[in-house]
């Protein structure tokens, strides 16, 4: 034992340096505060009826009413018991305060990654610095996506883990990559995960080229059989969590169209514009060197400075303006002409790589030799080329109308965290390269001068002449500008000068991050150029690197996520404090109501989630059904049919003269369950839409005819005297009695999803069928009676039954490949 700490205790050393640097960076998480995250506190409002039952059954249901009306818990919160990544994912977040953990994930797998990559331990600290610290993680890990984050926590030493194995050691390469490939998965971002696939099918690409070339077929070959062995065990360890995403997938606003008039696009995932909403401007991939040369996030902050351009002259403009009008005039430029002039709807930040880490990419390019080089190139061409959507949609519409899956992800740009990963590996190879190529010392000074020229001169251009390529104006600029002098009286002069104004504080933004780019890529230049040289020894040069790319990246990340960002844990916990009309309403003991929140963006909101089941809320992913209901009965005007037949019993509306809330209750709303006297059958999908823009829901149900075998209209009739009603509420179970002379047909107010929702009359499993286009209904036999609506998915329980085994062959995998490593080691 005493052995192995000598053998690792300089990375061991490393690694606490890591934590020090987590813990300073995030110092509030010592004071007990935690991050702020938008996304992280509209996620604890969806979750807020799984918690209550968690804490009450100690297991949260597989379905929640909290949203939407009812939609599976698979993408909110759900527990996987049986999947052994779970725990793994755990140990990372709970062991170590939010969000230290994700930070130190970023750093240890990356340093794995270098070190692996045989680089020395003091360079591979300042290149995992340099891939954690890229402001796309920090920007990530500010808005709340803590498992996109996750998830690219765990790109490096997967590939740290396929190297491990293409080198010859199969049992340990293999086990490591099928456990980090797990925790991949299990981390639960898709998109991420898909985006590491492509790069590493052109890595395997690469490597068959090499193996034809050099005649290593059978060694490759092997390699690739323990590869495709860690793959096939990572996807049994999270069997349920993939079985149940793909199955929900196909019905949500990922899948197909049910209306025909909904289906203009060849694809059946989202629609182009929408994928493409976020796509990354051509232009703005120089930020990759200049952090704020786009404006950085879109914010007004530094233009509210008093040395502003557009401080000075909205004072000398509208000083004597009355306050409201002062205040419009604001809110137009905080919504328009910000300082972020891109072509993107809003940005958090930038994609920052660190001004010394470009420079040394550009030198990787003149010296690196190894067909990594070609495999990280490939894959930033190629990933910065799909970022652009809809900027450079030639390369892009290939991979979204051809490529498998590609259409289900929206937000193109952020395939650049990939990019983000290639960018240091290129930078510090280069080093390592550098300092162990048998070159003339004199060419790798030629090409490190040229590599910081161009990068450097680059920088400095920008500086001393921002406009030579720049305009540092939107495209709609002009059209914004005719805007502001509409609302300003026809006053073009003083819509020109606040204009004019803004642009020359964007050219100040960039101008400054310029020059500070110009410096550090000098510092970068003159310690690698002291190392080449031997004017400094190796551990002090990699050293002093690494605390410059910290420094270097620090600074800009802190514009995104700093102490500001952390508040107290019972603050956060208590974000949304309940109204009046709040308190009121969660005063009606039904237990499954719904409400209609009109003093929020009803659909695009889920604070409202924190206090009560509601037909809107906040998802990416909603069910399709759902999704075309509030586009086609919600979108231009307010359909009552609908909202009364998703039993919503309250409305919530905001006065907008003086800001209060008042609560208005449905005397229509139709509750959890009703009986129809008729069913009108109707062909497909826009007849059902159409038939419910326009009818009586309590009297009669919209059913698509391909359900028509499951009722027998000769043993319908309409009886006075029947009636049901909910017994018992669980999210996963709900009961109703009723009592009928005769056959009827209920229509329950819960949304239909066919994938894992089974009926029982009294005990048996029986038929239900779609009414109404997202309800339930059916017939049910006369007497006296007890139904129950069970939430059972397949995919849940016998995928948790194969998490079970996998997990078990995973440690096994694991155990034996560390005891053959341990052998051969012993041997040698």
């Not at 890591?18 to 509209?42: E, L, R, T, W």
């Not at 490591?176 to 797990?182: D, G, I, K």
């Not at 007004?300 to 909205?314: N, T, V, W």
Request: proline share 3%; glycine share 6%; net charge positive.
């Amino acid at each position: 034992m005493n052995n192995w700490f000598k053998q690792n205790g300089l990375h061991l050393a490393i690694i606490a340096i890591f934590a020090v640097i987590c813990f300073a960076y995030f110092s509030p998480v010592m004071q007990g505060k935690v991050p702020v995250q938008n996304d992280v506190v509209q996620s604890k409002a969806m979750q807020k009826e799984i918690m209550e039952y968690k804490d009450k059954d100690g297991k949260g249901p597989l379905w929640t009413n909290q949203m939407f009306g009812g939609m599976p818990a698979y993408q909110i919160w759900v527990q996987y018991a049986y999947n052994g990544a779970t725990y793994g994912i755990a140990l990372i977040t709970k062991a170590f305060p939010d969000p230290v953990g994700t930070v130190l994930l970023l750093l240890v797998g990356a340093y794995f990654l270098f070190v692996t990559l045989k680089i020395n331990p003091w360079l591979a600290a300042a290149g995992a610095i340099a891939f954690a610290f890229t402001t796309y993680n920090f920007v990530l890990i500010a808005a709340g996506h803590s498992n996109k984050a996750l998830a690219i926590g765990f790109f490096a030493p997967i590939i740290a883990s396929i190297l491990i194995t293409l080198r010859g050691k199969y049992w340990l390469g293999g086990s490591l990559t099928a456990l980090f490939l797990a925790l991949e998965i299990r981390a639960n971002h898709v998109q991420m995960t898909y985006y590491l696939f492509l790069a590493i099918l052109i890595f395997v690409g690469i490597e068959i080229y090499q193996a034809y070339k050099n005649k290593t077929f059978p060694a490759l070959g092997k390699a690739i059989g323990f590869l495709s062995l860690a793959v096939i065990l990572a996807v049994m360890v999270n069997a349920s969590l993939l079985w149940t995403t793909s199955e929900y997938a196909k019905e949500t606003n990922r899948g197909k169209p049910n209306l025909t008039s909904d289906a203009t696009e060849k694809n059946t995932g989202m629609s182009k514009k929408y994928a493409y909403n976020w796509s990354q401007g051509v232009g703005e991939s120089f930020t990759f060197l200049i952090p704020d040369l786009y404006g950085g996030a879109s914010s007004i902050d530094k233009m509210m400075e008093p040395e502003s351009h557009f401080y000075k002259a909205f004072g000398e403009s509208f000083s004597q303006y009355p306050e409201q009008d002062q205040r419009q005039i604001l809110s137009f430029f905080a919504q328009n002409m910000n300082q972020y002039w891109g072509e993107k709807p809003g940005t958090s930040g930038g994609y920052y790589f660190g001004a010394i880490v470009c420079f040394l990419f550009v030198f990787g390019l003149f010296i690196v030799k190894s067909r990594l080089k070609w495999w990280t190139l490939a894959v930033t061409i190629l990933f910065m080329l799909l970022s652009f959507g809809r900027n450079f949609p030639w390369v892009s519409d290939i991979f979204f109308n051809y490529f498998p899956l590609y259409n289900k992800f929206r937000a193109v740009e952020s395939i650049l965290a990939v990019v983000g990963l290639m960018v240091p590996i290129l930078a510090f190879l280069a080093i390592k390269e550098a300092m162990e190529s048998k070159l003339d010392q004199k060419e790798l000074i030629k090409k490190l001068t040229w590599s910081a020229g161009i990068t450097g001169g680059f920088a400095l251009i920008v500086a001393v002449l921002p406009t030579l390529f720049f305009s540092f104006k939107s495209q709609v600029h002009d059209e914004l500008v005719a805007h502001l002098t509409q609302g300003l009286q026809n006053n073009a002069s003083v819509a020109h000068r606040l204009a004019s104004a803004v642009v020359e504080d964007r050219i100040s933004i960039a101008r400054a991050d310029a020059i500070r780019s110009f410096l550090f890529i000098a510092i970068g230049f003159a310690i690698v150029w002291a190392l080449l040289t031997k004017k400094m020894n190796t551990q002090l040069a990699c050293g002093l690197l690494a605390l410059a790319v910290l420094i270097d990246m620090w600074q800009v990340d802190r514009r995104y996520l700093n102490n500001k960002n952390f508040e107290s844990e019972s603050a956060v916990n208590n974000y949304f404090q309940p109204r009046d009309v709040d308190t009121f309403i969660m005063s009606d003991k039904d237990p499954n109501f719904r409400v209609y929140d009109q003093s929020i963006e009803t659909f695009q909101n889920a604070s409202t989630s924190a206090f009560h089941k509601t037909i809107g809320g906040y998802h990416a992913a909603k069910l399709k059904r759902y999704d075309e209901l509030i586009e086609h009965q919600f979108g231009k005007s307010v359909n009552q049919d609908v909202l009364d037949m998703l039993n919503a019993k309250y409305f919530i509306l905001q006065d907008p003269q003086n800001g209060s809330y008042k609560m208005q209750r449905n005397s229509t709303a139709l509750g959890n369950v009703w009986i129809v006297k008729g069913i009108q059958f109707v062909k497909n999908a826009d007849e059902e839409m159409k038939a419910i823009s326009s009818f009586d829901p309590k009297q009669e149900a919209i059913v698509d005819e391909q359900y028509k075998k499951l009722v027998d209209t000769t043993r319908l009739g309409a009886d006075p005297t029947a009636f049901i009603k909910m017994e018992h509420y669980h999210p996963d179970h709900i009961e109703y009695s009723y009592s009928a002379p005769r056959d009827i047909i209920a229509v329950f107010s819960e949304i239909y999803y066919d994938k894992g929702w089974n009926m029982y009359v009294d005990g048996v499993e029986k038929p239900y069928f779609r009414a109404n286009y997202v309800l339930r209904a059916a017939q049910l036999p006369g007497g006296n009676h007890k139904v129950e609506f069970k939430f059972e998915p397949k995919s849940y329980y016998t995928g948790e039954k194969i998490s079970l085994a996998g997990s078990i062959l995973l440690l096994a995998f694991l155990g034996f490949g560390f005891y053959t490593d341990n052998k051969k080691k012993k041997a040698a």
